[in-house]
């Protein structure tokens, strides 16, 4: 397995990947209505290569030979400034396609996230994980990370809770 960043032209090719790895994360616990109306504004070509474009973001693809079997994608998100200061990372998403759960890759890419932060000095890496999604807490936990607040997460029409979870990478 080899992890390299995403390029222009692989975009669509990971957008059908990134739906359907959201969709097997979240349709069970989901309306029909909320995800399809999610994915028709969050999971369109458009909206992935707008955030493929912006300055301050970084997306890494996970491959099983010429397989994409994951991807993460990191980026300078003030959101959190208020609750931990400026000088932070945002982890916005890190999924591993279901065949792959279990073979250690979602490590490989958290590694690989927390590498970034300790490159770019960042005191904090943080991100967002929805509160029905035990899975992902644990696995956050089991990397050090610790919830410090929490935000409203629209699925469609529908708010859902997102806990922040924190990871101190530098101390001053």
């Not at 960043?5 to 739906?19: C, F, H, K, R």
């Not at 759960?101 to 943080?126: E, T």
């Amino acid at each position: 397995m080899i992890i390299r960043e995403l390029t222009a032209a692989e975009v669509p090719q990971l957008l059908v990947l990134a739906e359907k790895m959201f969709r097997d994360t979240f349709t069970h616990n989901n309306t029909p209505e909320a995800m399809e109306s999610y994915i028709a504004q969050d999971y369109t070509l458009e909206a992935f290569e707008r955030d493929f474009a912006e300055p301050t973001a970084k997306c890494f693809l996970i491959c099983d030979d010429d397989k994409i079997i994951g991807y993460l994608r990191v980026r300078r998100n003030s959101e959190a400034d208020h609750l931990i200061g400026s000088n932070n990372i945002e982890i916005q998403r890190l999924y591993v396609d279901k065949a792959y759960h279990g073979l250690k890759v979602a490590d490989r890419l958290m590694q690989l996230a927390i590498d970034i932060a300790k490159g770019n000095k960042h005191d904090w890496v943080w991100l967002g994980v929805w509160e029905h999604n035990p899975r992902a807490q644990r696995f956050y936990q089991k990397w050090g990370f610790e919830r410090f607040g929490e935000h409203d997460f629209y699925m469609g029409e529908e708010r859902q809770t997102d806990w922040l979870m924190r990871k101190r990478i530098n101390n001053h």
